[in-house]
């Protein structure tokens, strides 16, 4: 049979796909079918990484089967990056070869990727068309683009769609439409191998394979193992990440070894090596080929509980499934394995005869069934069927066309995570507020008069404008050294420098100010700890000071109130709210003091995640009042408050600047920059937006406007300078700051997301009784 192999992705730059593809056409070929493979081929020169994000190609050979599509270029897509040939180069090459070269079937993977493959299913080749599906997505956004440009109607000439999971099975129908048959991706099986029991007391070897991308779950491995090595002796190979990936998202390097990028020898030898293969994706997953490569080592997987997985992990025999995104489930059990070896050889034992189920010689000769069957598929007869067939309304395999239909999602919610509906409905809520943001500002902009805003804003002198940018870069100085007062006092014997507490501080503002979500604080406070030592047993400490400065703003923040209510006259008869606003701090204060014991004297829940999150609750608010030490040293406790509600005047002070440097403090003096500064903070408590762009502006008008008659025009022109220096700060304070630690940004942002402690359950007896002969 003389066989077409149809890839959208670059040989040179091999993914599961490629592979998938190479070994499929070494079969064929081996049996003594004629097989012609159609990839795009990037040469290892100096325009490749420029197309890949710096990636240069592996040296590959041009296989004498192979007929090149031309250059491919890097994309991010699905949490990871596709190699894709995008050019009309590439259809027209492709497009040539499969009208005159006598093919019995082409075979497209992955049929709606462009260009080849989607021109192919254009039906110009007249050849009978099997297409592969092989990935897993829920992303509409993709999909629904792909079918308003005719995908649906283009699948419809596929005479066999194959699926290699039913994850991948599930997108196609669910966006598609079709009927689908899955065949799993191969491997390459020989001899089953031997494999000596680990003798008690050894460390348990874990590998992982996979890039340094979040979906891949390397944050959440990272943390389990940090928690498991304090119980057990463990070491940790990875591949496919090297040092400089990893170490940023690292309390401790112990027991690590990162390898980067290896050959396939290689990873199979780690695979051989190691104890257990840890497979923690978040999802995204739709077959997991390093799994069965797994068994085929005869080494048993801990993989994430996830539809691309759940395929080929069969719970409790080959292997064992865990919540995703739960990294306390991970550790517990990695460390119950690597307390029962013999568990672990039944295993690997298990994981070994798995590998059968997906040997190469069986796959290939499902796929050639799919062949035979697309051949004998019958065709369109009379002009009619041909023209439904040319427009997709006549399915490829006879057979009445099966529409897409929306399907129950396959994935359950990642831990501490919200449900997808929630996350959707709250990714929602700020969409529309956003949206309602912008029309907002554009009527105002329009009612205002941009000439306006931009007479406003070329009044203003620059010489007060850098005045009030260096007071307010002075402002993060004073709140370094309030923090470093309250970590000597939360933590006690550990040396704590101003430039430690500087550099963590500058940090958490530059991440404050360019993202729309609170991730200021656990980088600041990521920051210190590694900076000070013992990151994993200081942070849950260096998260509770977080609380002193919170309160110490919430102090600070009662003062600009009352400045504020005073000069605007809008609490008069309203003093018994006033007071309540005045008390809220100290019952925060008392709550938080008498939390951990009014949680620990309380009756036990039954329910066993009661009890846990009652439990954690209480050690973190524990931890928190831990934090609160300061205030019972009368030095360190008037440093701190001295400097912090310094910060606060000396921001004060700025937004006067920035009045006076638009020509407003004859109208607004300082009773106006406190309430701006006021209005601003409360505000930011729900950003919406990198910054509270928009908000913020909003604030400042309202307030100018509405308590000191300064007109909007001036007030906006205010809001817009004044957040200018606000964002100015956090990129003079904090981009220095991150060169000197030694990170990106994104390193900040992974490990912010990723900060909580793993704290494992205590150990049953028979366990304590193994971890100690």
């Not at 497009?95 to 992955?110: A, N, P, Q, S």
């Not at 000596?196 to 389990?224: D, H, T, Y």
């Not at 949206?435 to 007060?464: F, K, M, N, T, Y």
């Not at 500058?506 to 993202?515: C, F, K, N, Q």
Request: net charge positive.
């Amino acid at each position: 049979m003389r066989i077409a192999l149809v890839s959208p992705y670059s040989w040179t730059y091999p993914g599961g796909v490629t592979r998938h593809i190479e070994a499929l056409s070494d079969q064929f070929i081996a049996r003594g079918h004629d097989v012609t493979v159609l990839a795009p081929y990037d040469p290892d020169d100096a325009l490749s990484p420029r197309l890949h994000r710096g990636a240069r190609p592996q040296a590959r050979p041009l296989p004498a089967h192979l007929v090149s599509l031309g250059r491919s270029a890097g994309f991010s897509a699905n949490g990871a990056q596709s190699n894709v040939a995008l050019t009309p180069y590439a259809a027209a090459t492709a497009r040539r070869e499969l009208t005159l070269g006598g093919y019995d079937v082409v075979h497209l993977h992955e049929p709606v990727v462009p260009m080849a493959c989607w021109d192919t299913l254009g039906g110009a080749c007249g050849v009978p068309l099997v297409g592969t599906f092989h990935t897993y997505s829920e992303n509409s956004v993709t999909h629904g683009a792909a079918a308003l440009v005719g995908a649906r109607r283009r699948m419809n000439r596929l005479a066999v769609r194959i699926a290699v999971s039913e994850a991948a099975a599930w997108t196609g129908r669910r966006f598609y439409g079709g009927r689908y048959r899955v065949i799993p991706n191969g491997v390459e099986v020989g001899e089953t191998p031997t494999r000596a029991p680990r003798a008690p007391g050894e460390p348990l070897r874990i590998a992982f394979v996979g890039q340094a991308v979040e979906r891949k779950g390397l944050p959440v491995l990272l943390r389990a193992f940090e928690a498991l090595r304090d119980h057990v002796p463990a070491e940790l190979v990875i591949v496919g990440a090297g040092p400089e990936d990893v170490t940023a998202m690292l309390e401790e390097p112990a027991g690590i070894t990162a390898l980067g990028k290896v050959d396939d020898e290689r990873k199979l030898a780690v695979l051989r090596d190691a104890d257990v293969l840890c497979a923690p994706s978040l999802g995204g997953e739709s077959f997991g080929m390093v799994l069965t490569e797994a068994f085929a080592a005869g080494t048993p997987v801990i993989a994430s509980d996830i539809a691309g997985y759940r395929d080929v992990v069969r719970d409790g025999a080959d292997g064992l499934l865990v919540p995703r995104g739960d990294a306390t489930a991970l550790a517990e059990q990695l460390r119950d394995l690597a307390l029962d070896p013999a568990h672990e050889s039944r295993l690997g034992a298990e994981a070994a005869r798995s590998a059968e189920r997906f040997a190469w010689p069986h796959v290939a000769d499902e796929v050639f069934g799919a062949y035979e069957d697309a051949i004998a598929a019958p065709r369109p007869e009379t002009a009619s069927e041909r023209l439904a067939m040319r427009f997709g309304r006549r399915s490829g395999d006879g057979l009445p066309v099966e529409r897409a239909r929306r399907l129950p999602s396959l994935e359950p919610p990642i831990a501490g995570r919200p449900r997808p509906a929630v996350a959707f409905a709250r990714r929602a809520a700020i969409g529309l507020a956003a949206v309602a943001g912008v029309g907002l500002s554009w009527l105002a902009l329009q009612r205002i008069g941009i000439d306006r805003i931009v007479e406003a804003l070329w009044r203003s002198s620059p010489a007060w404008v850098l005045s009030g940018l260096a007071l307010m870069c002075l402002s993060m100085v004073f709140r370094a050294v309030a923090w470093r007062a309250i970590l000597r006092a939360a933590l006690p014997g550990t040396r704590v420098r101003l430039r430690d507490s500087l550099r963590g501080t500058a940090i958490g503002v530059l991440m404050s100010a360019t993202l729309p979500a609170r991730l200021g604080e656990p980088s600041r406070a990521l920051v210190v700890a590694r900076r000070i030592g013992r990151p994993r047993q200081v942070l849950p400490t260096v998260v509770g000071t977080i609380v002193s400065q919170t309160l110490l703003n919430v102090l600070a923040l009662i003062v600009l109130g009352f400045v504020m209510f005073s000069t605007v006259g809008l609490f008069a008869g309203h003093q018994g709210a006033l007071i309540a606003f005045a008390s809220l701090p100290v019952v925060i204060l008392l709550a938080v003091i008498a939390a951990p014991a009014l949680l620990r004297k309380g009756a036990p829940s039954r329910s066993r995640r009661v009890a846990q999150a009652a439990a954690q609750a209480r050690r973190a608010l524990t931890r928190v009042r831990a934090g609160l030490l300061v205030f019972r040293d009368p030095r360190l406790g008037s440093e701190a408050t001295v400097m912090q509600l310094g910060a606060w005047a000396l921001q004060w002070l700025s937004c006067y600047l920035l009045l006076v440097a638009l020509g407003l403090d004859m109208r607004a003096g300082l009773g106006a920059a406190a309430a701006v500064l006021f209005a601003v903070n409360v505000t930011a408590a729900v950003p919406l937006t990198p910054s509270n762009l928009g908000v913020f502006q909003a604030a400042c008008v309202a307030v100018l406007t509405a308590g000191y008659g300064v007109g909007s025009a001036d007030a906006l022109a205010f809001g817009i300078i004044l957040q200018a220096v606000e964002i100015a700060t956090a990129f003079i304070m904090g981009a220095p700051a991150l060169v000197g630690e030694g990170l990106s940004w994104k390193d900040v942002r992974v490990r912010a997301l990723h900060t909580a402690p793993v704290e494992l359950r205590p150990m049953r007896g028979d366990s304590r009784a193994k971890l100690k002969a």
